[in-house]
């Protein structure tokens, strides 16, 4: 059994060489203030790329937010891709005003085939291109300012940037409250840091947009993993450009509510790590030989944190029953895992609720709704560790995820 103390102490270290720069993060975007532009700003052109599966129920809203912004309306086109609808999407889409294209494709599934087709129709039908195309999913919805404040950064120079990352149904279950404290960590305690030390973010699903020039660079967007945000984003990073950080750009995002539609997505998720990884991580790694510290926090991402889990766990498990079948004193196993699992535990609790005190006044639920979802944030990332070790081993395919909260920006303005 001292091989198996030995073994934790090993995984103990490696997780803090590898993580602990991101709990300096923490007190630096606690007690730091971002720097202010003085940059000249330009109205751009924006294209709103938006692709939908069966979102009737809710792409009408996230259209009237992009109606109501406060950024120059004769600046922005929205388009959408009605990918394999089977109710009515384009009609809704199409008499909000936005351009509808629609595709059939039951082989080549995933929106990163939609968004492809998505920009060849683009190429084609407006030749003159836009400055900037902004991605959006249907269930989202805008802040009112949103698109002035994405623009405000594109002014700055930056040819990729992410935005903040609200959730609209945070108090909906135990699950969607997870999904929401980790975007709001990833937000506040992630991006903004790297935003302010002039590092790269990282592309999460919705919510960025990108200039001309990286759309004339990688053509009619050839990512087609199981995660074709962070496909991209292993892509623009390893070649040496920085994604950008708008805080000031607030998005609300539809989360899962349901543990089933919860493991769906995060077996996809898991299994398109696992893909960017074997695709992009040789180009990391020679960033990082080059120094690039960006490249090495994007592929602490992606990899490690599951590898080592899986292997801590696998070793526990594994000598703990061996040391039964040789007669050893099984009780130092048990001791051993249950350490493990309140020593990480307790670690996911102080995530929770530092983001939790952090953030409180975007969290839009009651102050008990709030502080139960402290407690419940650790037991929504254990469930990642099942969800892992399934996705290694079963057949894991994009499939959407209904949404049906059906709420307004102006609602969501008047809750917070």
């Given at each position: 059994m001292y091989t198996l103390r030995f073994i934790n102490y090993l995984v103990t270290v490696l997780f803090l060489i590898c993580y602990s720069y991101q709990?300096?993060?923490i007190p630096l975007s606690l007690f730091r203030k971002p720097k202010k532009s003085a940059a000249p700003i330009t109205e751009h052109s924006i294209a709103v790329l938006i692709c939908a599966r069966n979102e009737a129920a809710v792409i009408g809203n996230l259209i009237d937010s992009i109606r109501s912004q406060t950024y120059n309306a004769?600046?922005?086109?929205?388009?959408?891709?009605?990918d394999n609808c089977t109710d009515e999407t384009a009609d809704i889409a199409r008499m909000a005003g936005a351009t509808v294209y629609t595709r059939a494709n039951r082989l080549e599934v995933g929106k990163g085939y939609a968004l492809q087709t998505l920009m060849k129709h683009l190429k084609k039908d407006f030749p003159e291109g836009f400055d900037g195309y902004l991605v959006l999913d249907a269930d989202n919805v805008l802040s009112p300012t949103y698109l002035e404040e994405m623009n405000r950064k594109f002014s700055e120079g930056a040819d990729i940037i992410t935005s903040y990352r609200n959730s609209k149904n945070f108090g909906s279950s135990w699950i969607s409250a997870g999904y929401a404290l980790y975007?709001?960590?990833?937000?506040?305690?992630?991006?903004r840091v790297r935003e302010m030390n002039g590092t790269s973010c990282s592309v999460s699903g919705t919510g960025f947009l990108f200039s001309r020039a990286v759309a004339e660079e990688v053509g009619d967007w050839p990512y087609h993993l199981l995660t074709e945000d962070l496909e991209f984003s292993a892509d623009q990073v390893s070649?040496?450009?920085?994604?950008a950080y708008c805080e000031k750009a607030e998005l609300f995002d539809e989360q899962p509510i349901t543990f089933r539609q919860s493991w769906r997505q995060r077996m996809r998720w898991s299994r398109g790590y696992l893909q960017v990884f074997k695709a992009h991580g040789a180009d990391l790694l020679r960033g990082m030989l080059r120094g690039s510290f960006s490249c090495f926090d994007l592929t602490m991402s992606i990899a490690p944190a599951f590898i080592l889990t899986i292997v801590s766990i696998t070793c526990n498990l594994g000598l703990g029953i061996w040391g039964a079948m040789i007669g050893?004193?099984?009780?130092?196993?048990?001791?051993?895992i249950g350490q493990m699992v309140v020593s990480m535990y307790l670690t996911l609790l102080f995530i929770g609720a530092v983001t939790t005190f952090a953030?409180?006044?975007?969290?839009?639920?009651?102050?008990?709704?709030?502080?139960?979802?402290?407690?419940?944030?650790?037991l929504f990332m254990f469930t990642y560790i099942p969800i892992s070790v399934v996705s290694l081993f079963g057949k894991v395919t994009w499939k959407p995820i209904t949404h049906t909260v059906n709420i307004s920006a102006k609602k969501l303005g008047k809750a917070a």
């Open positions: 709990f300096i993060y004769e600046k922005v086109r929205i388009f959408v891709m009605a975007f709001l960590r990833e937000s506040r305690f992630l991006n070649r040496g450009r920085r994604i050893d004193n099984v009780m130092i196993a048990v001791k051993s953030e409180w006044k975007h969290i839009l639920v009651s102050t008990p709704k709030k502080l139960l979802s402290i407690l419940t944030f650790p």
